[in-house]
């Protein structure tokens, strides 16, 4: 056999090797490049957030709610504790005691060589001058307060993530102001440039299209850093990751009330006030707290008793069961208990004072978010007009600069005063949506509005 007739079998294995590699490479390369797409398309997928969706989100991950449900359930610790105080008490004890010898006296043994013991006694306290009672119902008290707390954070959280929704939408809106302005700078300094060359302007002319133009750009360049800001505050609070985008909130209408029916509202809807209330009253239970101390108290104690020894005592006793009555009557403490008395006494003072105190602010935020609401609900419309008349005065101002007869500090001023009223209208228009926030955070009833929606949007999803 020649080596010709050898080589061409193993060129022929090589073949089929290197085509069975070339597809599986192929293959690869497909596969490959079918699921990068989707991975680039994951990663840069933008999630479209409506404002109820941020609340949403906001309450289910904020720390600050968190923090106050802890909050509450200590506070529902409290309450088994003083309940605890109530109930009976039993307790086993058990000994073993080695002595050095056995002793006697005649035929009475009065020493064993080793003794065991086991106690079991039971302790309930009959009487202690209402002490255990008010102790319980000031612990109900303050975790009801807790729980009126957690109602306080998430309203918190809500208003947060409001004026941060609103403050990204803002920034978006002055981007687009800034962008439109530095369009029209350019467009400006093309037209001052071309002017230029025709001998139309001076050269002053140009430099202050290029001044206007690179102010326009530095304007764009702080709204960008705004809104990166503004998004990052707004992720923060609801705990957003990846890029998002807001969608613009529907109006909904609002029914105005009379102050005085929003304060009545206020007072009884704020958990803040409701706090204050429960405050007050734990502060009242304080002072009963502090009084039982002044009290005779009553308690029974049951004992049973089981005795071992080796050998066993002449007068041994194995087992014994024993009830006995206590009554105790404090009758020096150094001042103690008339010092907590007094304390208790100013602590009641303190909370009706920071009542009355919470009360007043309560009015004054009402009739302020009342005042703010209508002013800026009456400066809309104004702002609208301005920014009518400043397109029509930036659109001529243009054409006339174009052709020659207009001047280009006629239209700086013209672009700034265009630049101004759009910012005025759409800083009023997001401002009235916050006013009407305020008004509602400050009578107690935005978290409950909140809480409906979502409760609608869990049953639309159900079914």
Do not use: C
């Amino acid at each position: 056999m020649t080596l010709s007739k050898l080589a061409k079998p193993v060129r022929s294995r090589i073949n089929r090797r290197m085509r069975a590699l070339l597809i599986s490479s192929v293959f690869a390369l497909f596969v490959l490049s079918s699921l990068a797409p989707g991975r680039a398309f994951a990663e840069d997928e933008t999630k479209t957030i409506t404002l109820d969706e941020a609340y949403r989100l906001a309450i289910s991950s904020h720390e600050a709610i968190k923090i106050a449900g802890e909050g509450a359930m200590q506070a529902g610790a409290q309450v088994d504790k003083a309940v605890s105080q109530i109930l009976p008490k039993l307790t086993a004890e058990g000994s073993y005691t080695a002595y050095s010898k056995q002793e006697t006296a005649g035929a009475f043994v009065i020493q064993p060589d080793d003794a065991s013991r086991v106690d079991v006694r039971l302790t309930q306290p009959l009487y202690t001058g209402g002490r255990e009672w008010a102790a319980r119902r000031q612990a109900r008290i303050i975790s009801s307060k807790s729980m009126a707390g957690q109602e306080a954070a998430r309203d918190e959280v809500i208003r947060l993530t409001a004026r941060a929704y609103y403050g990204v939408l803002k920034a978006d809106r002055e981007i687009e102001i800034k962008t439109a302005a530095l369009k029209r700078a350019e467009e400006r300094r093309k037209i001052a440039a071309a002017r230029l060359k025709v001998g139309e302007v001076t050269r002053a002319s140009l430099l202050r299209s290029e001044a206007l133009l690179a102010g326009a750009q530095a304007g764009l360049i702080s709204a960008e850093a705004a809104l990166k800001d503004a998004q990052s505050l707004f992720a923060r609070i609801t705990g957003m990751t990846g890029a998002f985008q807001l969608v613009e909130p529907p109006v909904r209408a609002m029914g105005m009330q009379e102050t005085d029916e929003l304060v009545k509202t206020a007072l009884e809807q704020r958990s803040d006030y409701r706090q204050s209330l429960l405050d007050e009253k734990a502060a009242d239970e304080g002072i009963s707290y502090a009084k039982s101390w002044f009290m005779p108290s009553l308690r029974f104690e049951g004992l049973y008793s089981w005795r071992e020894q080796s050998p066993k005592t002449t007068f041994f006793q194995k087992e014994s069961v024993s009830g006995s009555l206590v009554l105790a009557f404090p009758i020096f403490e150094g001042g103690l208990r008339y010092a907590e008395l007094s304390e208790a006494r100013s602590k009641h003072r303190e909370s009706e004072f920071r009542r009355l105190s919470l009360r007043r602010d309560i009015e004054v935020q009402v009739r302020e978010a009342v005042d703010r609401l209508e002013a800026v609900s009456a400066v809309i419309e104004t702002y609208k007009k301005q920014l009518s008349f400043a397109e029509e005065d930036a659109r001529m101002v243009a054409e006339q600069f174009k052709y020659g007869l207009a001047a280009i500090v006629d239209v700086i001023d013209a672009d700034g005063a265009l630049i101004d009223a759009q910012r005025s209208l759409m800083n009023a228009t997001y401002d009235y949506e916050l006013a009407k926030l305020a008004l509602k955070a400050v009578t107690g009833r935005l978290g409950e509005e909140v809480m409906v929606r979502d409760e609608e949007h869990g049953l639309e999803s159900g079914l």
